[in-house]
């Protein structure tokens, strides 16, 4: 009986230009990192700060007057417990009822030959490029008169 042998894994000898645009999409990457990550940073620390701070427009990374005074607002007066719950509850009904109509729907599209079954389906497929404020939004535009100018294609997106 023969021996099976293996070779070992094989070495790629990168070239120089690689080697290159590696480092180059790292500093790329790193660059568009900062940029994603930098609001957010800024958005959490002026939470830290009190209303009159960014008022008088003192930013920063780093709060001047650290403070959580907002926190304790939120935590013990603020509704925010019960905001936060419901919007649980409401994520979890609406997924599960997506789920399961969906599911409802997909099964006989795929598995029985109805009459209109392809018609039905490039409905569904259809529909899906709109979203549920898409309707309310061009209701909007046209009442307040700016339907077919540009304004009514940036101020939804604002």
């Keep these: 009986m023969a021996k099976a ?22 500093i790329i990457l790193t660059l568009i990192s900062v940029a994603m990550l930098y609001p957010f940073l800024y958005l959490v620390a002026q939470s830290f700060s009190s209303t009159q701070a960014i008022v008088a427009g003192e930013v920063g990374l780093i709060p001047k007057d650290f403070n959580i005074s ?36 997909a099964y006989p599209l795929s598995k029985a030959e109805l009459y209109g079954g392809k018609a039905i389906n490039k409905f569904i497929i259809f529909t899906m490029y709109f979203s549920g404020g898409m309707i309310p939004n061009y209701i909007l535009m046209v009442s307040l008169g700016l339907r077919d100018t540009v304004a009514s294609f940036i101020l939804p997106g604002m």
């Design 70 to 105: 907002t926190y304790k607002y939120v935590i013990t007066d603020g509704k925010f417990i019960p905001y936060y719950g419901n919007t649980i509850v409401y994520s979890i009904i609406g997924t599960v009822c997506a789920l399961l109509f969906s599911a409802l729907l």
């Design 5 to 26: 042998t293996t070779m070992g894994p094989m070495k790629i000898k990168e070239s120089a230009s690689y080697r290159v645009f590696k480092v180059f999409n790292a």
